[in-house]
C-alpha cells in the first residue's frame, strides 16, 4: 500500500482504486506529484519539480508543497506560521526523513536553524480509497516556540482551467444545505469561527473539473476536516491553473505557545478521489465512518428505535407522566426511552438549573430509579438529555463559580438562551463536567446519553491563563469534550453519546470518533428533512443520523403532513419519534407499531447498507433514496412526491447498486428484473396526491 522509489525520491500510498504520490524535490521541500487514479508501476509516476520559472513567482505557486511553512518567498495559504524566541518569524522547514510501518507514512521535517520539528502521518484507508493525514509540530529546543497557524495540510489537484466547489451550508434550522459554485481564481474559505462546528458551514468540500461529474459519473476530489472547533479550509486558485486546498485549525483569534519538549497534533485532514461520481464519494466516506471512525464499542450494533418526551412535556416532567408515555411507547415497539430537559436542579424553564445536575426532587422524590425501573420493566432502555458545557447564571454552579465561564474582567458576560459557556480550558472544569455525568452513569442504568451544546462561544476570555496562552481556548475546548467523552466511553463503553448542538450544530469527523450518533436538526418538518438529509448524506452515514417523527402540523412552517410521510422520512437514519403520544388516536397508534415494525424489519439495510441517491428532492418533483445490503441480496427504495400538475406522468426510478447479473423481486411488481433492467430501465411508482410516500422492498431470487 505504500511504495518507495529511493532513487527519484518518490513515495506513493495506494488504496484500492487510488493513489497519493509525494516527492522531494531539489530544494528540499516535500511536494504533491499525483493524486488520482492508481497506476500500474512505480515509474509511472513523476519527479517533484518545479511546474515552470516565471517573473515575480519564486515560491508556493509553483512548487506544491504538502506542508509549507510561511516563510522565504511563498505567498499561499501557509500549514505553518510560528513565531520564534527572537521574534524570527521566518520558517524554512526541509526534509529530513522518513519511516513506514503498519500502513502508515511518516515525513520528518525540520527548521534549517531552530529546534522545531513537523511530523507528517498519512495513512491509506485502503478498502474506502481515502487518504488520512496529520501533523505533529514539536518544539525540540529550551525557548517557547509560538504558533499562528498550524493547519493539518494541502492537498492539490491536476492543474486544470476550471473546477466546482460543493459543500455544505445552512442556518438553524436548515443544515447540511447543499451548495455548488465554480471557483474564481482567487481564495475561497470555508470556515467557523463559533467554537463549534457550526450550523452555517461544514468541513467537507467536493471538487470536480469543469462541473461535470453527476451522482453517477465523472472525477471526484473530496476532503473532509475531523475538527469540533473554530476549523478553516481554503481554496486557492490562480491563472497558473493550481488548486491548492489546505485545512485545519482556524487562524482566527488563534496562538498556541508551544512549550520545549512539547507537541501540537493537528486534526486529520481525510482526502479521496473517485471517478464514478459524488455517490461513490460519498459511499466511501460513508463506510469509512461506519468501519474505522465511530467508537468501536457500538460500531456494529445496530441504533435503537427512540421516543424523545421533549416535545410531549418541555420543562414539565415528572415520573407519573414520563410513565405514561412510555407505557404508549412501548407498545408501539419503541426500543429506548428519552427522557429530556427539565429534571435537574430548579430546572422549570431555560433561565435556571442548568449546571446543577442533581435530580430535581420535587418532580421525582424517589430520584430517577422507579422511573428507569419501569421502562426497564417495559422491555426499554432509558436515556437522558444533558447539556455539560452550559451554565445559567441562576444556578448553584454559577454563583460557586462565577471564573468558571469565558469572560473578560472589563466586559459584561453576554447570556444566550440565558446561559454563559463553561470555560473547558480548565482542568478543573473537566473534573467537575466528567463527574457529574460519570456520577449519573455509575448510579442509574442509562443506556443513552443526548449531550446537548445550545450556544456558541463569546467573550472567550480566560483570564487566569497566562497571556501568551489566552487564545489556545479555541482548540482547548473541542479537545475538552473529546477528553471527557472519551473518558466516559472508556469507564461505561455501552453508552451510546448523541452530539446535539442546537439542532446539527456539531456535526463533523472529530466528533464522531467519540460519539455514536448526531441529532440533524430541530426541524422535523419531514419536507424540509428530505432537503435537510440529502445534503448530509454526501458527506455522513445514515447510521449516525438521528430523525423523528413529530406532530402532524410541524411547527417550523405549520405544513400538514400524514404519519406514513413523516415516519418514511425518519425511517432513512435512526428512527426516532419525538411527537405527545397522549393526542394520538388508537388508528395512529396501531399505523405508527407496524411501521415501527416495517423498519426493524429494513434497519440493517439502511443503517449498515450502502446508500443511493436516486432522484433529488432539489430537482425533482419525486424524490427517492435507496439502500443496499453490503452482499447485494437486499435492498429497499424510497420515494417521495412534492406534488404533481396537468396529469404529468413521473420520472422512473432508475435502481442502483445492485448485481447486475441476478434476479430481483421488486414489492409491487409481479414479474421479477435483473439488477441491470432496474438499472436502465428502472420502475415506476404509483404516486399522486401532494405529500405522497412510499417504501418498496427488493430481494434477490433464485
Partial sequence: MIRHDALRDIWVLEGDHIS??????????????????????????????????????????????????????????????????????????????????DNILLFILKDSHYPLEVRLYYKVIADCDLIERYAEIRNLGKTNIGLEQALTGSMYLPRERDYRLTYLTGKWPAETQLDRVMLPDTKVVLESRRGTTSHY?????????????????????????????????????????????????????????????ESFHTPKYIVGYVNSGFGEASRNLHKYQRNYVLPEENRGKLRKVLYNSWEATSFDVNEEQQIKLAEIASKMGVELF?????????????????????????????????????????????????????????????????????????????????????????????????????????????????????????????PSAAPEEQKEIWVRHAQGVYEIAEKLKRKHPSVILQSCSGGGGRVDMGILQYFDQVWTSDNNDAFDRLRIQEGFSYAYCAKIMESWVTDEVNWVNRRKLSLAYRFHCAMMGNLGIGDNLLKWSDDENQEAKELIHLYKEIRSIIQQGHQYRLLSVRESKLASVMYVSESQDEAVVFAFLHSNNFADELPRIRLQGLDEQSVYQVEGIESPLSGKALLKIGIKVDLKGDFQSAILRIHKVD
Avoid: C
Fill in 201 to 261: 458551514a461544514n468541513p467537507f468540500f467536493m471538487l470536480d473539473q469543469g462541473g461535470k461529474a453527476d451522482e453517477h459519473q465523472g472525477e471526484v476530489f473530496f476532503g473532509a476536516l475531523a475538527f469540533s472547533g473554530n476549523w478553516k479550509m481554503v481554496f486557492e486558485k490562480d491563472r497558473f491553473n493550481m488548486l491548492k486546498v489546505s485545512a485545519g485549525v482556524n487562524d482566527f483569534d488563534f496562538a498556541w505557545n508551544l512549550k520545549p519538549q
Fill in 338 to 462: 428519552v427522557m429530556d430537559d427539565g429534571w435537574f436542579g430548579a430546572r422549570n424553564s431555560d433561565q435556571a438549573g442548568l449546571g446543577d445536575w442533581v435530580v430535581n426532587s420535587d418532580k421525582f422524590p424517589n430520584g430517577l430509579h422507579g422511573l428507569i425501573r419501569k421502562v426497564n420493566d417495559l422491555g426499554m432502555a432509558f436515556g437522558l438529555w444533558i447539556e455539560p458545557e452550559m451554565v445559567n447564571p441562576d444556578s448553584d454552579l454559577y454563583r460557586s463559580h462565577p471564573d468558571w465561564v469565558y469572560h473578560f474582567p472589563t466586559r459584561d458576560r453576554t447570556p444566550i438562551r440565558n446561559q454563559l459557556v463553561l470555560n473547558l480550558a480548565r482542568a478543573d472544569v473537566r473534573e467537575f463536567i466528567y463527574n457529574a455525568m460519570d456520577r449519573l452513569l455509575s448510579e442509574h442504568p442509562i443506556a443513552f446519553i443526548k449531550w446537548d451544546m445550545n450556544r456558541n462561544l463569546s467573550e472567550p476570555g480566560y
Fill in 20 to 101: 497519493y504520490a509525494l516527492g522531494l524535490s531539489e530544494q528540499g521541500t516535500l511536494n504533491h506529484i499525483y493524486f488520482g487514479e492508481k497506476l500500474p508501476r512505480l515509474s509511472d509516476y513523476p519527479e517533484a519539480a518545479k511546474i515552470s520559472e516565471y517573473p515575480y513567482t519564486l515560491g508556493s505557486e509553483l512548487s506544491e508543497e504538502e506542508y509549507m511553512g510561511w516563510g522565504k518567498a511563498k505567498f499561499t495559504e501557509p500549514s505553518l506560521k510560528v513565531t520564534f524566541h527572537d521574534h524570527v518569524r521566518d520558517l524554512n522547514l526541509t526534509f529530513v526523513d522518513f519511516e513506514i510501518w
